[in-house]
């Protein structure tokens, strides 16, 4: 079977990763008989530097023509003083609406072998951690209108909208229990529905889609509580569904107690096309274009393309399986290094994950 692959790899850190990514589909391609073409593209700030924009036409064809869409990160200081409206971030947020990917599957799993990374107490480690968070990706505050900065009483002021929908908190919803419905059943709104207009009806919206889904387990939380259980009690979260600004801070949250953001893949998905998988940390410029980035998110997220785009569960299970395998070797790149482990580059662990790849 051939896929073809829009590889986005932007910057700092990202064509690193990008390129080790790259490296284990090839070898996934060979070892279970698959073709991966990959087309490489600019976004971000190298987009920026080529062409004047952070988004260009010609990328956002290729994504739209792909199957999927592999993208490193964007983002860096060369770019932090630019005009708002052409700054790196617009390249990423613009593919996401473009590409209409309003669903954000944000898995936080903590690797046996790297119980010893996690920052929380040893008793809470040991009840596990394995949450997913579904953030509604193309609404909320980063989106909504009107926003801007203005002179009122003669101080600035400035203000963004956090707008939902009816039909945005439903499909998400939707997403949430059938995501729930795949695991243990049991799905946790988050929302500050006791300050919130949005919030109140983003709760009876779930509420009211939760009759769909009568399988499923749902209850509620205030987002400020559901901060403070993620590192009291990770253990009783399976499935978080949220909005945007909420996700975007729990996930990073959810990510940082499983050892590191460097291992923590992502999945953007939308109501047909292509769908989107990156790493859900940023570019890293305190380390780009050292060799010292950890690759594993980026690889992980290839795994996640498998399951959602591809529909291929063996080769999803053959990459996660290869990381599990090399990472109980010992090797560590810097971000999960502990004591007795074995220092590799970027580069070499990609290398280690491609050739621990079985069908
Ligand atoms: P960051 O995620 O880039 O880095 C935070 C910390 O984690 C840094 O110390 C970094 O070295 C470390 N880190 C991140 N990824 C790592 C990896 N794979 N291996 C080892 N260590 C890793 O966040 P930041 O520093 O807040 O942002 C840097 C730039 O990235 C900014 O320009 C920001 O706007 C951008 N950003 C982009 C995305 C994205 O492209 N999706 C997301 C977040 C931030």
Known sequence: MKYRMCVLPGDGIGPEIVAQAVRVLDRVGEV?????????????????????GPLPEETLVAAKASDAVLLGAVGGPKWDAMDKAVRPEKGLLGIRKELGLFANLRPARLFDVLKNACCLRPDIVGQGLDVMVVR?????????????????????????????????????????FETARKRSGKLCSVDKANVLDVSQLWREVVIDEARNHPDVELSHMYVDNAAMQLVRAPSQFDVIVTENLFGDILSDEAAVITGSIGMLPSASL??????????????APDIAGKDLANPLATILSVAMMFTHSFGLPAEAAAVERAVAEVLGQGYRTGDIMSPGGALVGCSRMGELVAGAIRA
């Open 32 to 52: 279970f008989g698959h073709g991966f073409e990959c087309a490489t593209h600019l976004i971000g700030g190298a987009a920026i530097d080529a062409t004047g």
């Open 270 to 283: 939308g109501a047909g096309g292509p769908g989107l998988y990156e790493p859900i940390h940023g570019s």
């Open 136 to 176: 509604e990706l193309t609404g909320g505050a980063y989106f909504g209108q009107p926003r801007g900065e203005e002179v009122r009483d003669g101080e600035r002021v400035a203000f963004n909208t956090m707008i939902y929908s009816e039909s945005e908190i439903r499909r998400i919803a939707k997403v949430g």
